[in-house]
T-cell receptor
Framework: GAGVSQSPSNKVTEKGKDVELRCDPI?????LYWYRQRLGQGLEFLIY????????KSGLPSDRFSAERTGESVSTLTIQRTQQEDSAVYLC????????????????FGSGTRLTVV | AQSVTQLDSQVPVFEEAPVELRCNYS??????LFWYVQYPNQGLQLLLK??????LVESINGFEAEFNKSQTSFHLRKPSVHISDTAEYFC?????????????FGSGTRLLVRP
C-alpha cells in the first residue's frame, strides 16, 4: 500500500481482556517497529523486526506484551490481560531496513491505534 | 542508554513571530538526530535530520536545526511561523552503534500558533 496501515484506529476494551493490534507495513519494507505513546509523553520503543532475524524485544514493558511478524508482512501486537496503564496510542513504523551501509532509509509511521482500557 | 529532553511541553507564539523548540540529548560519541512533526489527527512525519556533515540542517518548509555537540543540543527554529505550523514536534535520537536503529523520542512540544 501507499503507507503504513494500522487497525483498528480506536479500541476500547475492558480491563483484563486481551487485545490484538495490527500493522500492515509498506510493501518491501523489511524493518518494522512498534512504539507506544502515552498521553502527554513521548514515544516509547517496544519492539523491532528486521526480516527473518530475531526481533529486538528490549522495549516490551512486561510479559503481557508480545508481537509477531512473519517475514516482511503484517505484524500483530498482542496485549494480554489489559490494564488501565496500557491505555495509549500504539504506533507502527516501517523502513526499508537497516541503514548502516546504505544511508538513512527513513521511517514511515502509521496513524496509530488508540487503545483505551476501562 | 540514550535519552532526549524537550523542556517545553507547549510553546504558544503569534503568527509571523520566530520560534525555538529546545531539544537536548544525553551525551554520546556519535548520534543521529531527528525532528518529527505530528499534525492533528495525522501520523508522524520526518521534518529534518542530522546524520553527519554540516551541523545546520534545514527542512523544505522553513524550519532549521543546529547540531551542537558541546551543548548536546539540537534545537529547532523557524524565523516566522504560520498558523499551519500548529502541531506536536518530537525530537528523536538514534545510536549508530545500535543495529536496530530504533529512535528514542523526547516527550514532545506542542507548538500553538495564534493569529
Amino acid at each position: 500500500g501507499a503507507g503504513v496501515s494500522q487497525s483498528p484506529s480506536n479500541k476500547v476494551t475492558e480491563k483484563g481482556k486481551d487485545v490484538e493490534l495490527r500493522c500492515d507495513p509498506i510493501s518491501g519494507h523489511t524493518a518494522l517497529y512498534w512504539y507506544r505513546q502515552r498521553l502527554g509523553q513521548g514515544l516509547e520503543f517496544l519492539i523491532y523486526f528486521q526480516g527473518n532475524s530475531a526481533p529486538d524485544k528490549s522495549g516490551l514493558p512486561s510479559d503481557r506484551f508480545s508481537a509477531e511478524r512473519t517475514g516482511e508482512s503484517v505484524s500483530t501486537l498482542t496485549i494480554q490481560r489489559t490494564q488501565q496503564e496500557d491505555s495509549a496510542v500504539y504506533l507502527c513504523a516501517s523502513s526499508l531496513g537497516a541503514w548502516g551501509l546504505f544511508g538513512f532509509r527513513g521511517y514511515t509511521f502509521g496513524s496509530g491505534t488508540r487503545l483505551t482500557v476501562v | 542508554a540514550q535519552s532526549v529532553t524537550q523542556l517545553d511541553s507547549q510553546v504558544p507564539v503569534f503568527e509571523e513571530a520566530p520560534v525555538e523548540l529546545r531539544c537536548n540529548y544525553s551525551s554520546s560519541v556519535s548520534v543521529y538526530l531527528f525532528w518529527y512533526v505530528q499534525y492533528p489527527n495525522q501520523g508522524l512525519q520526518l521534518l529534518l535530520k542530522y546524520l553527519s556533515g554540516s551541523t545546520l540542517v534545514e527542512s523544505i518548509n522553513g524550519f532549521e536545526a543546529e547540531f551542537n555537540k558541546s551543548q548536546t543540543s539540537f534545537h529547532l527554529r523557524k524565523p516566522s511561523v504560520h498558523i499551519s505550523d500548529t502541531a506536536e514536534y518530537f525530537c528523536a535520537v538514534s545510536d549508530p552503534m545500535d543495529s536496530s536503529y530504533k529512535l528514542i523520542f523526547g516527550s514532545g512540544t506542542r507548538l500553538l500558533v495564534r493569529p
